[in-house]
Every structure is written in C-alpha cells, then in structure tokens.
C-alpha cells in the first residue's frame, strides 16, 4: 500500500510489463546516471571556490533529483502489487472490467474508444493507457459488454456502452535512457 496526495492508502498495482518499466529506470539511475553525475561534481569540486562554481551547483542539483526519483521509485517498487491481465480469469473475472482489461466502449454519438486499465505509474494517454483510479476506469469497473455506465467527468456526466472486454499481454513502451544520458555516462 502506498499513500496517496489526500493521505488516504491505496494498493500499487501494476501489470509485469510495468513493473520491469520502473526497475530498469531505478537500474539506469543506480547504474549510470547517477555515477556519472557524482563523476562531474567530484571533478567540478577540485576546481576551486565552489560558491561560484556552476557545474558543482548544478550537479549538486541534479543528484538531490536523482536520489529523490530514486526514494519515490524504490518506493513504488517495494509498494507493487503485480496483476498479470494474461493470467487465466474464471467466472465474471473473464468477461468484466477489472484492473488489466482492455475495454472497447461507444459513447452516445457512436463514437468507438478502446482504453487498457493500467497502474498509476503506466499511464500512457498516446496508447489509450488509463489509470485504474481515474473517472473513467472506475466507472468501467465491474461492468460487461451490453452494459451502460455513466462517467461523471470534468466536462459532465456521459453515458458509455460497453462493446467488449479482454484480457491479454498490454503493450508498454520500453524505459528508454533520456537524450544526453550517454554522453553523460562517458564524462
């Protein structure tokens, strides 16, 4: 369980595809980032008056960032609780919507969506990942194809219909190191 903004503790769940997303991250700034860093501030440190010394200032800086990403991740982690949405459902766990589904739903107009029900740290809104906590997820939850459900959202209440739910592998996209990071490792 973690504790949310409001201080109210929820479960961490996340899928496998996930969960790997956020330990290669944690591995990347362990592993290279943060060695890297630690690096120019040893180096920028031997150069004198730090209280003038941009390059120590800002490393310093940036390694209060990266041990506090590193905190919030470990937490995270440690906090996990793994739902695979390819494990073998039974019963109304098949055919309803719980953490893991890919829904395929209409609004009123007709207009068609399908949005996959994700942990808080695997919302991805370019691959129609939602968080299972946000309007839309829980107004989903525990519904089947054939039924209708209200959303109540910023811009008002709208009415959904469910078309289809399944269950299966959810595409992720891979942590990828972020630009610069491998100049950085060789400084």
């Known amino acids: ?54 390059d120590y200032q800002y490393g310093k800086r940036r390694l209060r960032q990266i041990d506090r990403r590193i905190r919030f991740l470990t937490r995270r982690i440690d906090a996990a609780e793994v739902v695979d949405p390819e494990a073998r459902r039974a019963g109304r766990a098949a055919t309803h919507v719980f953490f893991g589904a890919t829904v395929r739903y209409a609004d009123a107009s007709g207009t068609e969506r399908v949005v996959s029900i994700v942990g808080v740290d695997e ?43 399944n269950y299966g592998r959810i595409p992720m996209a891979p942590f990828t190191e972020p630009p610069g990071a491998e100049a950085a490792s060789k400084a």
């Open 123 to 165: 919302v991805d809104l370019e691959r129609n990942h939602i968080s299972w906590v946000s309007p839309l997820a829980r107004a989903l939850m525990k519904a089947g194809p054939g039924d209708t459900v209200v959303v109540h959202a910023p811009g008002g209440a709208q009415q959904l219909e469910i078309l289809s739910v």
């Open 1 to 54: 369980m973690t504790e949310t903004i409001t201080g109210k503790s929820e479960k961490n769940y996340i899928t496998p595809s996930g969960l790997q997303r956020l330990r290669d991250e944690l591995r990347f700034l362990l592993t290279r980032e943060r060695p890297a860093v630690t690096q120019v501030v040893a180096w920028a440190a031997g150069n004198g008056d730090r209280s003038e010394n941009a």
